[in-house]
């Protein structure tokens, strides 16, 4: 009998290339779960509820988080976001294993609510590479930077609070690991 999987929890700071390992695994094993979020803001063209977010209003995000079935939920630029606890919980009963990308804080919350959670830290080559890639977009304004690289130094003094690290060299090499830690490669 093979060992039921983990929740994996893939987190690190602004920039470091979360959405664009996740966007690769998800290329290569399309059977991998990764959970739908639930948000109060609006969709934006081209999104579908229930696919790329469950859209629900300020009352009904209450009400979820009342009734205990958020696994985590934090609030990011004006809105609030959230895991569903219970399609969490089904899909690893069923065998399968899932993925969880989300911030700090929301890494945290699961540890409290899920212990045996493997929490995976990415983090950057170097500083400077963060830097880099943060600054080297050229769309926002410097004080917005000057903000994301303050997060990004507390985010990165997180790293000590996961089971393991994985620098983003390579977001091949990346997808590779985490394939391994899900038990999927």
Do not use: C
């Not at 890639?133 to 994301?148: F, K």
């Amino acid at each position: 009998m093979s060992e039921r999987p983990r929740l994996t929890v893939l987190s690190g700071p602004s920039g470091v290339g979360k959405s664009t390992v996740v966007a690769h695994l998800r290329k290569q094993h399309p059977e991998l779960w990764l959970s739908v979020s639930v948000t109060t803001r609006h969709p934006r063209p081209g999104e579908k509820n229930g696919v790329h977010y469950y859209f629900v209003d300020n009352d009904e995000f209450e009400k979820l988080i009342a009734n205990g079935e958020l696994l985590e939920w934090a609030v990011f630029a004006g809105n609030r976001y959230g895991t569903p606890r219970a399609a969490v919980l089904e899909k690893l009963e069923n065998g399968v294993p899932v993925l969880l990308e989300i911030d700090l804080q929301g890494a945290r919350q699961v540890r409290e609510s899920m212990p045996d959670a493997r929490l995976v830290f990415l983090g950057p080559p170097s500083w400077e590479e963060l830097v880099r890639r943060l600054t080297g977009r050229g769309t926002e304004p410097q004080d917005v930077i000057d903000r994301r690289l303050e997060a990004a130094k507390v985010e990165l003094a997180a790293e000590s609070e996961f089971d393991t690290t994985l620098v983003n060299r390579s977001v091949e090499q990346v997808a590779t690991e985490l394939l391994t830690l899900l038990g999927v490669a």
